[in-house]
């Protein structure tokens, strides 16, 4: 089993940035591969960005493409969202979670229901 534990989340401006990363304690981290979903008021969870085992596999939500970065440091056992020219729209509560079974890349790693464990979440707040 894993912990996960986000943080790095605030309000910020249209078009700046923020970092998000996820901290994982417990089974071996490099195991997992590892997603990144949020979830605004009234909205089902949504992917946002997977990544595979050994970090050199990215899959990204159209929506954030080119604009957000998966990465993780398996040495540090934590997982980083780097989120650029950000927009309203992109508000939220941003939850990382991971799985052994996924690749981290590819349709499945995008559907939450295919990810075991779960962060608590935390909020991404865009002005306009």
């Known amino acids: 089993q894993v912990q996960l534990v986000e943080s790095g989340g605030g309000l910020v401006q249209a078009g700046g940035s923020l970092r998000l990363s996820c901290a994982a304690s417990?089974?071996?981290?490099?195991?997992?591969?590892m997603g990144w979903f949020r979830q605004a008021p009234g909205n089902e969870r949504e992917f946002v960005a997977a990544?595979?085992?050994?970090?050199?596999?990215?899959y990204y939500a159209g929506s954030v493409k080119g604009r957000f970065i998966i990465s993780r440091d398996n040495a540090k056992n934590t997982v980083y969202l780097q989120m650029n020219s950000l927009k309203p729209e992109d508000t939220g509560v941003y939850y990382c979670?991971?799985?052994?079974?996924?690749?981290?890349?590819?349709?499945?790693?995008?559907?939450?229901?295919?990810?075991?464990?779960w962060g608590q979440g935390t909020q991404v707040t865009v002005s306009s």
């Open positions: 979670a991971g799985d052994e079974t996924l690749l981290g890349y590819g349709s499945r790693s995008g559907r939450p229901d295919e990810y075991d464990y």
């Open positions: 990544i595979n085992r050994s970090g050199g596999l990215t």
């Open positions: 417990g089974r071996t981290f490099s195991s997992y591969a």
